[in-house]
T-cell receptor, first 114, second 114 residues
Framework: GENVEQHPSTLSVQEGDSAVIKCTYS??????FPWYKQELGKGPQLIID?????GEKKDQRIAVTLNKTAKHFSLHITETQPEDSAVYFC?????????????FGKGTHLIIQP | DSGVTQTPKHLITATGQRVTLRCSPR?????VYWYQQSLDQGLQFLIH???????AKGNILERFSAQQFPDLHSELNLSSLELGDSALYFC?????????????FGQGTRLTVV
């Protein structure tokens, strides 16, 4: 089955700086890679996603890049703000068509220092 | 608010007991996915139902079972509970048979086994 590795487990950045979180996946047939943000006491919320036929996608301060050859994808947050503090999860949709949902990385706790 | 409703929000029970967690999907969504979130294992896929039928099973223990009813709500039954079953249990719903951008998580049920 799919295996998703996520790094770092904790990331502390100064407000206004950029943050980068990286993930690798094992199944070359995986074709959908979402990123979720989880705030304390809440369920994970989709913030951006990318499909395997696209190399990069941006949405305001958030961007995701995908390198299919290397099987890795990254989340980039620019001009970080205090409300960006949360746990971020990367995920990959399994090649079995997604019936078994997503395989998640173990999360990155992003801390924005004022 | 994602539109996915999970009850109860918190549950404390003793080892050996049985509990039922409930998930009401967003209106119109036919798929329900269950996930377990623990500190050491992250988000683990348990089971997926689509329109009343089981579609896929993940790392679900034999002591756990689930079903989706004709009104599309789903229940996750956990029996012979052990201390290690303490975790957050999330459900997510989506319209189609596979996980996509429109999938949303509920706020979770925090289960504590004492």
């Amino acid at each position: 089955g799919e295996n998703v590795e996520q790094h770092p487990s904790t990331l502390s950045v100064q407000e206004g700086d950029s943050a980068v979180i990286k993930c690798t996946y094992s199944d070359s047939a995986s074709n959908y890679f979402p990123w979720y943000k989880q705030e304390l006491g809440k369920g994970p919320q989709l913030i951006i996603d990318i499909r395997s036929n696209v190399g990069e996608k941006k949405d305001q301060r958030i961007a995701v890049t995908l390198n299919k050859t290397a099987k890795h994808f990254s989340l980039h947050i620019t001009e970080t703000q205090p409300e960006d503090s949360a746990v971020y999860f990367c995920a990959a949709r399994n090649s079995g068509g997604g019936a078994d949902g997503l395989t998640f990385g173990k999360g990155t706790h992003l801390i924005i220092q004022p | 608010d994602s539109g996915v409703t999970q009850t109860p929000k918190h549950l404390i029970t003793a080892t050996g007991q049985r509990v039922t967690l409930r998930c009401s999907p967003r209106s119109g969504d036919l798929s329900v996915y269950w996930y377990q979130q623990s500190l050491d294992q992250g988000l683990q896929f348990l089971i997926h139902y689509y329109n009343g039928e089981e579609r896929a099973k993940g790392n679900i223990l034999e002591r756990f079972s689930a079903q989706q009813f004709p009104d599309l709500h789903s229940e996750l039954n956990l029996s012979s509970l052990e201390l290690g079953d303490s975790a957050l249990y999330f459900c997510a719903s989506s319209v189609g048979r596979t996980w996509g951008t429109e999938a949303f998580f509920g706020q979770g049920t925090r289960l504590t086994v004492v």
